[in-house]
């Protein structure tokens, strides 16, 4: 069972530069996240999504763009990135079923660095 | 709007210390869940711990135990006998039971608490 995962694990770009970060869950969960986790902040959530076709902005969704096509898959874009944005990205996903433990299952995590 | 704050950004002890990991929170939901999770050096988030906001039980774990007072608004972790292994930085999180509103099932985290035992 893979649970979630995001792709790339790695990434480093250059000031401008555009690219996706992808999640997939196999859990058939409806609920999906992208947080950032930044040193001394904690995770912060940047777009969120309950379900297929829909979409939402979290506390921090300035210079992301997010879509969720498929129910298993939410795309995470940064159209032109900045060096802000240099930080480690960890996408998420919850029940909301009989099973609904309030738990979020995460993935392993995208280290991104722009330079 | 949901809160958690881990007053403690870093405590270093020597191994088989005793060490307690404070999480105060905030929120308007009646139900809620709370959680910590721990991460390694290597970067993921391992689950350690959740509860409900209606059980107030106090729960142990190997080494590791919580303490939940809803009066006070904390859920305090504590490492008994602490180990090199258990380096790492720990996160406390709260969420609603029920996603709606303005919590749409998100975890709410503190900052993170950096531990770090010295052999």
């Known amino acids: 069972n893979a649970g979630v995962t995001q792709t790339p694990k790695f990434r480093v770009l250059k000031t401008g530069q555009s690219m996706t970060l992808l999640c997939a869950q196999d859990?058939?969960?409806?609920?999906m996240y992208w947080y950032r986790q930044d040193p001394g902040m904690g995770l912060r959530l940047i777009h969120y999504?309950?379900?297929?076709?829909?979409?939402a902005k979290g506390e921090v969704p300035d210079g992301y763009n997010v879509s969720r096509l498929k129910k298993q898959n939410f795309l995470l874009g940064l159209e032109s990135a900045a060096p802000s944005q240099t930080s480690v990205y960890f996408c998420?996903?919850?029940?909301?079923?009989?099973?609904?433990?309030?738990?979020?299952?995460f993935g392993e995590g995208s280290r991104l660095t722009v330079l | 709007a949901q809160k958690v704050t881990q007053a403690q950004t870093e405590i270093s002890v020597v191994e088989k210390e005793d060490v307690t990991l404070d999480c105060v929170y905030e929120?308007?939901?009646?139900?809620?869940?709370l959680f910590w999770y721990k991460q390694p050096p290597s970067g993921e988030l391992v689950f350690l711990i959740r509860?409900?906001?209606?059980?107030?039980q106090n729960e142990i774990s190997g080494r590791y135990s919580w303490n939940f007072q809803k009066s006070t608004s904390s859920f305090n972790f504590t490492i008994t006998a602490s180990q090199v292994v258990d380096s790492a930085v720990y996160f406390c999180?709260?969420?609603?039971?029920?996603?709606?509103?303005?919590?749409?099932?998100?975890?709410?985290f503190g900052q993170g608490t950096i531990l770090t035992v010295h052999p």
């Open positions: 999504s309950v379900g297929e076709g829909t979409t």
């Open positions: 998420a996903s919850r029940t909301l079923g009989a099973s609904n433990t309030g738990e979020l299952f």
């Open positions: 859990m058939n969960h409806e609920y």
């Open positions: 999180a709260l969420s609603a039971v029920y996603p709606g509103g303005t919590s749409y099932g998100k975890l709410t």
């Open positions: 509860r409900n906001s209606f059980d107030e």
């Open positions: 929120t308007r939901d009646t139900t809620y869940y």
